[in-house]
């Protein structure tokens, strides 16, 4: 498979423009670490066809943009 060039839209790795977002939570470094306290959170949008994923930092709660930054 080819990956998008900048002026189309979709999955970068395979094009398709579905997509599944969800959370995860990760410890910093220090007492966070020593303590297991998750002070990071991501979204995380997949791709439903190929699986491919990007992070994007949860710095803005209730914020729907992040498909559109993963789709184009």
């Known amino acids: ?9 979709g999955c970068p ?6 997509t599944d977002v969800g959370k ?3 410890t910093g470094d220090g007492l966070s670490k020593f ?9 995380v949008v997949s791709c439903t066809n190929c699986g491919y994923s990007e992070l994007y930092r949860d ?8 498909v559109d930054v993963f789709l184009g």
């Open 35 to 43: 303590f297991d306290i998750q002070t990071n959170t991501f979204k």
């Open 13 to 18: 790795k395979c094009g398709h423009d579905g």
């Open 24 to 26: 995860i939570s990760t």
């Open 1 to 9: 498979m080819v990956p998008n060039t900048s002026d189309e839209r």
């Open 59 to 66: 710095s803005t709660p209730g914020s729907n943009d992040i």
